[in-house]
């Protein structure tokens, strides 16, 4: 592989940010933790879906997202929704409380990304946002 600078720097600039955001999730924003607020987003954005789907979504195995999402019902935060083409299954949807857990960690999250980004302009903060999502798109296709 050729050496290139920007690469070297986007690959330098990458672990100390997964480093600081680790760092900034054990101190959690709102009351749920990653996994949960992930979930959750996603439920609310899509509408209820299988734990298969989920898992697919995120990149998961099976297994690991039935375990949040079996922590996520036992809380509350989702119910069970009987999918009517298929009587075994289901799909996940969010409760009132999850949706107000959901909204309220977001609120969170969103006052302490706009501390980080304080300064910034609007062109600024708007690139910023198109660059991490055109590059975790890129990750998942992975």
């Known amino acids: 592989m050729e050496?290139?600078?920007?690469?070297?720097?986007?690959?330098?600039?990458?672990?100390?940010?997964?480093?600081?955001?680790?760092?900034?999730?054990?101190?959690?924003?709102?009351t749920l933790d990653r996994a949960a607020y992930l979930l959750l987003h996603r439920i609310d954005a899509h509408g209820p879906e299988g734990?298969?789907?989920?898992?697919?979504?995120?990149?998961?195995?099976?297994?690991?997202?039935?375990?949040?999402a079996a922590a996520l019902e036992a809380s509350g935060l989702v119910r069970?929704?009987?999918d009517?083409?298929?009587?075994r299954a289901y799909g996940l949807g969010i409760t009132d409380h999850?949706?107000?857990e959901l909204q309220a960690t977001r609120r969170a999250r969103q006052a302490r990304i706009a501390?980080?980004?304080?300064?910034?302009?609007?062109?600024?903060?708007?690139?910023?946002?198109?660059?991490l999502h055109k590059f975790n798109q890129r990750a998942q296709q992975r």
């Open 3 to 30: 050496d290139d600078g920007a690469i070297r720097q986007v690959e330098l600039e990458l672990a100390i940010l997964l480093r600081r955001v680790t760092a900034m999730t054990t101190r959690r924003l709102g």
């Open 98 to 100: 999850g949706l107000a």
């Open 80 to 82: 069970r929704i009987p």
């Open 51 to 68: 734990v298969k789907r989920l898992a697919q979504a995120f990149g998961l195995d099976v297994s690991t997202v039935s375990r949040q």
């Open 115 to 131: 501390e980080l980004l304080e300064g910034w302009t609007d062109e600024e903060r708007t690139m910023f946002g198109e660059l």
């Open 84 to 87: 009517p083409d298929d009587g």
